[in-house]
């Protein structure tokens, strides 16, 4: 269908890739590696290509006209078990559902790549006018997901709370009854995860508003989430990227600390959840994050949300 050649990686993906780990390193093959695996797969590129923080995506058609998305991730520790972790999902969740993952049409675990259906990238839920309906969306699709085990080998939340342990210091700039707070619950979690005797579930880890798109225009309407960052743990643990984003729309109600509080509410009804768990995850989160954004970054997106979650 083509001759194999590199496929062409944006200027702003390659300034952006200059901040990753080792990126002068994997940076060349990302393109050879598309290239490779379209002809592999049977697919032609289909417009200009585009990328997020982390992977590069090239828009593709088959044959029959079909619309897809090339996804190819850089051989990251936080990015290369997505084909393995969309597999999992896809193999057991409805793929005609109205709230879903999005479910791999081809992968390939060693290239960090997936054959993804093409969805609306104008309409995230970001965009979504309704915040309680954007949060129900989300709602619906943790209760969906996060029933699927974890495959063996994915990292672990007992790594990352170790890891963030290490960092949570009582002498930096937050105050340190709320790193303290934050050190007493990451012991807690990790004695709990000690002795957790089930396996543990599946995360997504990075689920929020602009991670759910909908379906193009003329496909059957459907919420479909994207780019998980998977984790093995506690299922409690999934909901702060999405308290974090949407920022403005708590701060709309005058009270944003209350709404918040309700966007945990509604989510953890909805996924079977526990919202004061929830919140305690989220205030280890806050008080890792804010350590590093205080008090030199207190403009940056998520300082205000932070702030209010390291009080819970």
Known sequence: ???LQSWPIPDSYRDHAGDLPDS??????????????AA???????GPATHGWVSMVWPVR??????????????????SDEPRCLQAWAEHTDHEAEVRMVPPARASVPDRAVLLPRLDADRPLQRHPDIVEANAIIGGLL???????????MPTLAEELAMTREQLDPAGPVPAHHVERARSTVDDLLAELARHGAPLSLLHRDLHYLNVLHTL??????????????LAGLREWELTPMLRNRWDDAAATGDP????????DQVAEIAGLDPFLVRRCSQIVAAEALQRLLPDRTDHLFAAPYSIMVGW
């Open 1 to 3: 269908m083509h001759t």
């Open 24 to 37: 002068a390193e994997w940076l060349p093959g990302l393109s050879v590696t598309a290239a490779r695996l």
């Open 40 to 46: 592999d797969w049977e697919v032609e590129p289909d």
């Open 62 to 79: 088959d044959n029959a006209g079909r619309r897809y998305v090339l996804k190819v991730s850089p051989p990251l520790s936080w990015s």
């Open 143 to 153: 209760a969906g997901i996060s029933e699927v085990i974890a495959p063996p080998g």
């Open 217 to 230: 225009p003329d496909e059957p309407a459907a919420w479909v989430g994207i780019d998980p960052l998977p």
């Open 257 to 264: 600390d209350r709404a918040l509080r309700r966007r945990v």
